[in-house]
């Protein structure tokens, strides 16, 4: 076959190839298939310090196969790191610098006939993906794989507990947070990392049961060496991104989503990935397919005692799909070459504990619910799953604070009570600006027993209880979440999908009139992304 840069002009090609040779390229093998290898490896984050290693697995799969790799690095940002404080702000609109960066790096060069995109966390995923949709390549995606934990969740949780009531030191929860997170890999609850990396294999654009793979096992590396020579074998038979991201294929991803009670920032990034290439994939479709499928699979945080180690361990993907199939798109293409029947012809659940039948679920909706009253005309999204069942319908009295850290001194002032709905807002896309996840905020009120939080931000994939946010419209936008005061009435109903303020019209048209939005200081990237973005209904993507 000929490779891209055969159709370059004859001159340009010439100097473009002298080019190449000044990086070491091999003369002899730039007739080959060029597969680019776009890494999110750097020291930083847990998830990707260990990425370079992969890479070279999946060259030497390249190699094997015919091509030839070459290799470049986007960012990546660790949630983890980055939350409780205003770095947050830039973890979501990084997901749109990878994928323009990832797209400057093979446009702008013209040379690739491939691509494998190595990534794991948050947003560097549903980033990559984008991208790929975007270039319409021959895209292979391979994932980081989970870390191994020591201890269970629990005994994480109960240590970050007291560690707020001052019964233990810093010394001591590092201590004990090693043992959860000892080394490289995902961080190994059902967060937005581990549920994207699901979702690449469920959307067909990862190697079956490669999600959620020990980071570094023996199995993962062979895995990676497979993934190089698959992504060749893509080329050769011209199988692009866009042949396997179809709208099937979002819908199979939406239910495997739902069946296993993945992150809610999942609902911004399918969305982001499905308009790359003019697929619509509005809330109502999560709440459509949420109320058909099933929540099968639990897991840390919908389970104190499990976590996708568990969850890989008693089948991965393939075990969830192959339950979920009466309810799949069978038919869907895969980076195999194959359909989703046949990758998952041969899998099976092997522990009933983590993965339960279709017909004998954890519960008979999905792990996720949309929202939609007074409070949020066009959606806010719940983890149902994680929701104890006293808390599914309440009622209480309104707290509002316009961010984060108004919040975290209101506790810390005691301010803080049962039966309060804790509202925090202008920490939307535009009004934060960066749509910051209020991770630490659900782990103090996770101290209390009577009690909810709504926002127009988001939440880590870990957050559990009674949390309902990506409220659309937010605050910033003129939401009525900018009218609420402290002593309102709030109804959250769950099961009936509603949240009502409990203001009559009239008072709300006359606040209306003196709604101040507080003043925040930003970055002049932060701005551009306030200006430019959607609503989290339509996933926060660029307007443009």
Request: charge should be negative; glycine fraction near 8%.
């Amino acid at each position: 076959m000929k490779n891209r840069l055969s159709k370059i002009q004859p001159y340009t090609r010439a100097i473009l190839k002298g080019h190449l040779c000044s990086s070491g390229v091999p003369y002899s093998m730039m007739d080959r298939p060029i597969i680019a290898i776009a890494n999110s490896w750097n020291e930083i984050v847990p998830g990707h310090v260990h990425l370079r290693e992969l890479a070279d697995h999946i060259k030497k799969g390249v190699l094997e196969a015919g091509g030839y790799p070459l290799e470049f690095n986007t960012i990546a940002v660790c949630d983890g790191i980055a939350q409780g404080h205003d770095g947050m702000k830039y973890s979501l609109p990084s997901r749109d610098v990878i994928a323009d960066s990832v797209e400057t790096m093979i446009r702008a060069h013209e040379i690739f006939d491939g691509a494998v995109m190595i990534s794991s966390c948050d947003k560097i995923v549903p980033g990559m993906l984008m991208s790929a949709a975007r270039l319409n390549l021959p895209t292979l995606v391979f994932l980081g794989g989970v870390m191994p934990n020591y201890i269970k969740p629990k005994e994480s949780k109960a240590a970050r507990q007291e560690f707020l009531s001052g019964d233990l030191d810093e010394k001591g929860l590092v201590a004990v947070t090693r043992k959860y997170y000892p080394c490289a890999g995902v961080c190994p609850f059902l967060g937005t990392a581990n549920t994207m990396q699901g979702l690449s294999e469920a959307l067909g654009m990862a190697l079956p049961n490669s999600s959620w793979l020990r980071a570094l096992s023996d199995e993962q590396l062979e895995a990676a060496e497979e993934a190089g020579r698959r992504s060749v074998a893509l080329v050769k038979k011209n199988v692009r991104a866009r042949d396997i991201l179809t709208k099937e294929a979002f819908e199979n991803a939406i239910s495997v989503l739902l069946a296993m009670g993945g992150s809610l920032n999942a609902c911004l990034h399918l969305p982001a990935i499905a308009k790359e290439i003019g697929i619509d994939l509005p809330l109502d479709v999560f709440d459509r397919i949420s109320r058909k499928v099933p929540f099968i699979a639990a897991v840390t945080p919908n389970n104190n005692n499990f976590t996708t180690n568990d969850l890989q361990r008693a089948g991965g993907v393939p075990a969830i799909m192959k339950e979920l199939s009466p309810l799949l798109h069978l038919d869907a293409l895969t980076v195999t070459g194959r359909s989703v029947e046949d990758n998952i012809a041969d899998a099976e659940v092997k522990d009933r504990e983590i993965i339960h039948p279709l017909d004998a679920p954890l519960e008979a909706e999905g792990g996720i619910a949309v929202l939609k009253g007074n409070l949020a005309q066009d959606g806010a999204l719940i983890k149902q799953s994680a929701v104890p069942e006293d808390l599914m319908k309440f009622q209480g009295t309104a707290i509002v604070f316009d961010s984060e850290e108004q919040f975290d001194d209101a506790y810390h002032d005691g301010a803080i009570q049962e039966n309060q709905v804790v509202v925090i807002r202008y920490e939307g896309p535009k009004g934060g600006p960066g749509m910051r996840e209020l991770h630490r905020c659900t782990e103090i009120l996770s101290r209390y027993k009577k009690i909810a939080l709504i926002t127009d931000g988001r939440f880590s994939g870990a957050s559990a209880g009674l949390s309902v946010g990506y409220m659309s419209p937010e605050a910033a936008e003129g939401g009525t979440l900018a009218l609420v005061q402290n002593g309102d009435q709030i109804s959250i109903d769950v099961p009936n999908r509603t949240l009502e303020l409990m203001v009559d019209e009239e008072t709300l048209n006359e606040r209306r009139q003196s709604v101040n939005e507080p003043e925040k200081d930003s970055s002049k990237f932060l701005t551009l992304y306030a200006s430019s973005t959607a609503s989290a209904a339509h996933g926060a993507v660029r307007n443009v």
